[in-house]
């Protein structure tokens, strides 16, 4: 069982920043996929970044340039800097993991608001 347990969320002008975290437990964290995907207002939840347990990141085009995801093995989290926010990035944003075995588990979510 992983337990995840995200922060970072909040509300932020066009043009600005936010790190999300996410902290895993319950796992070899460096064992882990970990994604970010986030689902607006009447939107399918979609994919916004990956990490593969050897580092391979993977961004949607629309957030790639501005948004860079890392991870810290040792603090056992997983990083989402969000730079040059723009209003469509508006979103309740999730952490996602996978297991070599191929459970998967989810966060509770963080809402990330951008004004105009």
């Known amino acids: 069982q992983v337990q995840l347990l995200e922060s970072g969320g909040g509300l932020v002008q066009a043009g600005g920043s936010l790190r999300l975290s996410c902290a895993a437990s319950g796992s070899t964290f460096s064992n882990l996929y970990i994604a970010w995907y986030r689902q607006a207002p009447g939107k399918q939840r979609e994919l916004v970044a990956s990490i593969t347990r050897g580092g391979t990141t993977a961004y949607a085009p629309s957030v790639k340039g501005r948004f860079t995801i890392s991870r810290d093995n040792a603090k056992n989290t997983v990083y989402l800097q969000m730079d040059s926010l723009k209003p469509e990035d508006t979103a309740v944003y999730y952490c996602?993991?996978?297991?070599?075995?191929?459970?998967?588990?989810w966060g509770q979510g963080t809402q990330v608001t951008v004004s105009s």
């Open positions: 996602y993991v996978q297991s070599p075995y191929g459970t998967t588990y």
